[in-house]
């Protein structure tokens, strides 16, 4: 594999470098202020405005949509490289660029499936940053790992269809900003297993849409809309709101997940460079019995330990990568089953000893540290448990030896 | 060794373990709902109160105290029995039956080293869950687990003491009922390092005292007083708040500390048991792909190993703290090293696997299972990280190969 | 449970512990030099001989059956502490006191089992070492593991029995000392799963025994009489020579294993606390890089590690051995599951460490160390795999969860 | 980093696939007939001698060479393809190709830094595989990872050399093949540290060298001459048997030691795919407790991480290869450290996966998983241990946050 940035995804690098340097890493505590200042965990707050401002002046926008027409027209290999680095301020970086979860996966999901009026309606603002959107997937009743027990409906009625159910961890969707979601649900009981399923937008005003509640991360409410818990009653939406076909909604969720996984995983590897980072400045700094704790060997462990768990890490996503722009995103399905293995892994990892090094400041929020744990502990669950991946990547490789 | 529980201390179990069914665990949705209502985190909620009288009528109180005056009266080992079952609940069975940390260190404290004075005044209310205490040791600006490293400073002024320093960590102070701290600092610079050190009590009326912010841990802002940061500004106290004599403070910490860690690990190995609890009742209850978790490989792999964790981590609890009561704690030093180290991340272990068996759910406040976890997670730090208990045990071990 | 050694468990351990440094450890290299001398792998030296005549002169003899008229009468949790300190020189002391694999296996079924003429011909000889004897279970073609995948075959001829199969990791088999075999085999492949299978006693001298050849373990060709694979064509027996009923073989294999299986625990305990006593020698006495071995961190945290892990697998052993005590072999059955999972891969981690610390020379056979890993290694798999005992502990746990 | 295979290496890479399929893995039960036959454990068996020829015959000769003169003339990227294919089947494969420790990094030495006489006799023999070669670096009594600590003397005496010492684990050493050696001495115990020391070429007929015994690996006595220890007691060499000058011998050592440890670690990789075809043919062949061994979870969890694991050291190996190419062995040294300490670990946990999945099998000769893994655990040790790599590669990171 040839796992180089192109010579245009080194422009996009520098420029994105320096992005960060100048606006980026030191506006992070003026960010925190100004959400802290409005008292609404949800603030949309200037600082991150003037940001998406700058990164739009300086074409740092879309990255994540290899479609040139409506996106930056990267390829995966080369917006793993930039989506790395904005995992080293996770919080923000990936905003100001407007390549956020999830609203990256529904802009794929309606580049790619939805027709014109839906692209017109929902895409274009998405695009813009102008709203925001959510993704109506996992329910509290069930292990939604495995989509055939999706149990919410969607049901045919008249020029309308009606949604209800439970959905949960439905990501920025308390945020005033999110103004759609695309919501999964059972259209047709009878159907074979994964032809049930069908996935259609709706707005966030319609009626029958309650927020039951906001879900912690180890105990963390996160901004950005949070995680909550919604309530879907005898939701209406019209007929033409349905992307794709009836039944298509697993193929779609295949379709989108795919890119969602490695995205995760490039901004997880930046996210334990940043912790390297702080566990490295720390050690220098930081003095116990006498001796610093970069010259105690255990340190040194976590250090090189560290060192060569991002690397083989990082080559691992590159080739992930490198391999859906050659083979495209399904030939490299267990490719990203493999680095949705390791990556949250090996970045709990990482973090969990840089919170070490860190002493009681690892635990709080003075760091970003235990911040960027929670997340990557989750991801050993989103998007499918390390279990589920582990479990197709054996049945994978054991084909191979099976008796013809 | 003999492992077993006394008679005694068997019909205090039997209590407790009722104490527990009928009173603790149907009440623990009622004690989160009182606090939320109560919109106060460190509200001390009714139902709290009506559990330590329940507790206080049966005699489950106090147990942790080996005094018989004060306290129950009881073994280290028949107290290790007591207070794992108190950890199956840690919000409320420690602090119903006035076992919680950091009380119980600074009663331990009182008892031993304070004056008739200072246990008329703060040793008795505190017997009597009148009030509650703090404990400021941890620094923000040092390796606070290198005794030497602290810079708060206790300075003698006629016939007062004048305190000044920041701290951190102080578990409780944030609780409208904790109305004294035990207060660490130097009060002579110039003695030998381990000799420098004083404690002495501060009333948190004093003027001077001041607290900066409370500290989340992993996200979680705790109740029951939290752990803020404090700054004392020239905080005066009388001189008579000594405890013990000046150059005192390490050989008291250390007393204190050997029994607060092994009560640490005791609840850890309860909380373990809950988590073993959930996740089981959870593997027969959740079915994906066909199939009940229970029947996957890997939930049986999880299940067994925490089950020979935990029984493995017990019984290392047990035998240090019955050599506590055979050869003291200042003669267990070494076992209680062993079991700081085991338990903190045995627990950890399990609670991240029973985490993993919730799924969405693992992560957010519906089982107790990620605030634990977080706790846990802290305690691989708290007195005294993992490392440093690591280094004292190996030296130890070698000093009996070393050429005599 | 109390764990402490009885009275006259003391008096053992006593003699014991002189027995190994007055005797055992000061032969161990003239007991490899007689073997090396002789030119025969499976060669019973003089000093072996001499050992024996001396533990026997001591009582040390036939520790490990419970029974006090053939053996010493101990309780199992006596045992355990004996037979760990045996572990230490696991060559010699276990064989010097009559207490070697599978030797003890199989005088434990004669004892339980046997006729009184079958216990006249091997049991007596077995008692006092005259003989030696092998157990023919495992089979190269099944995962034997699991009973019932057995297909060696024991068919009724008349008066005798005719044996027929293949079968090897046959231990012992291969000195010229081994004179009868219990050999595992179907005799009615159509009752039921657990009752197909008997044991039979087999003279090693009867014509169609075939040694195939020996295997070595991890590179390791055993002296003791090694690991043979063996042939059995059409080898005809006495009917007198069943041991039970046809039917019983299951039933008896599983009485079998159980202390087999605890034994082997019990001897690794001491195998890794005779690697601690390496490792730590050779950290004091080692220097690299300017600095003694034993004052590197990484070092110190493996002893450190190596001493808690070690201590809780004794216990575990202990609590185990007890437990036979009072609730007998098949009560105690999921916690000799739990150490089996627990002993071997402790042993292996500390022995890996030792290693370690011992550079090249952990490699070769300067130390023990490189054997005893191999032996740790192999109890992983021997006796049931790690992780049928886990699927058994697992289940047998989630038992109490079901629904009722 | 373009880590792709050259249009060069592709051929060699077809050319080496067919070779395998047609030639080696055919000829492997021949290999250990014919030593077997020989009775002698260093024999050169004619199926070898054949390999070689056939191979020199396809221009898969001296591919690790990467000077077009003497070698392949390969860059390290391209032969770390072909060298990873070779460690499919380590004992015949490296050798098939004179690609075999310790000889290349002789070769590379003699290539480097000999002397036209001394290339022409004695690189120009081995490149023709006509002989072999040791290297005498290792010493029993210190720890040789630091050069440093190395005893043994090279006196200049008028027109020799005079070389005394003990020196073990020289590879090669005892087949009578081996006809020179590089021995490493001290010949300035008065200049600086790293300038003490030199290397010399002494031919392994001179009189005074004794081999004093050969060491087994973890039991295993190897072929290929072994690894003895030997005695040098005033062994003269002519003083043109220096290589460089005198000081010069830890400098020549890191050299040699650069492309040593990366090819140990290509040829790691290939052997860990060899365990994991073997894990996963046996995982679809057996069966125990009525399933498949590869449809339960565990051995589903072990291929899945097998596979992560394997392929991301790969990725590493070939960065490491692909570095040296760009910025020299020198300026890739830390990468070369990243590898050391991740290919045998790797190594070392897949071969124990496909060691337990085969049962006892795992453990004896019958299949190459025992004696690999052995070789995968030294490689933790031999060339610097992983406590060695990790502290540099440490070091060198924690510089760069060092204040300035």
Redesign the interface.
Known sequence: ????LSARGEEFRDSLLDFLDVHVYPNEARYAAEIEASGERHHHPAVLRELQDEARRRGLWNLFLPDPEHGAGLSNLDYAYLAELTGRSPLIAPEALNCNAPDTGNMEVLHLFGTPEQQQQWLHPLLEAEIRSAFFM?E?DV????AR?IRSRIERDGDEYVLNGRK??STGAASPRCRVGIFMGVTDPDEQPYRQQSMILVPMDTPGIEIVRE???????DGHGGHPELRFTDVRVPAGNLIGQEGDGFRIAQERLGPGRIHHCMRLIGMAERAF?LM??R??A????GKH??R??????W???S??RI???R??TL?AAALMDTVGNKGARMEIS?IK??APQMAEWVLDKA??VH???????DTPL??M??HA??L???DG???????A???R??K????Q
């Not at 002493?359 to 929020?365: D, E, Q, R, W």
Request: aromatic residues 10%; negative net charge.
């Open positions: 594999m040839d796992l180089r996992t509290p292990a939604s790992s495995d027990n949960w961890w879900l912690p991360v180890f105990g963390h409410y980072d490295c400045e050690a220098v930081r003095e116990t019995f704790l970069a105690q060997g255990i340190v040194q462990h250090i090189a330990q060192r060569v690397e083989q890490a080559l691992l080739e493999a293995i390791v919170i070490q002493g009681g400041a690892g635990f709080s929020n235990a911040m744990w929670a502990r989750t050993r669950m989103a448990p390390d279990e589920v991946h582990e479990m990547l054996a049945r490789e054991l191979r030896y099976l008796p």
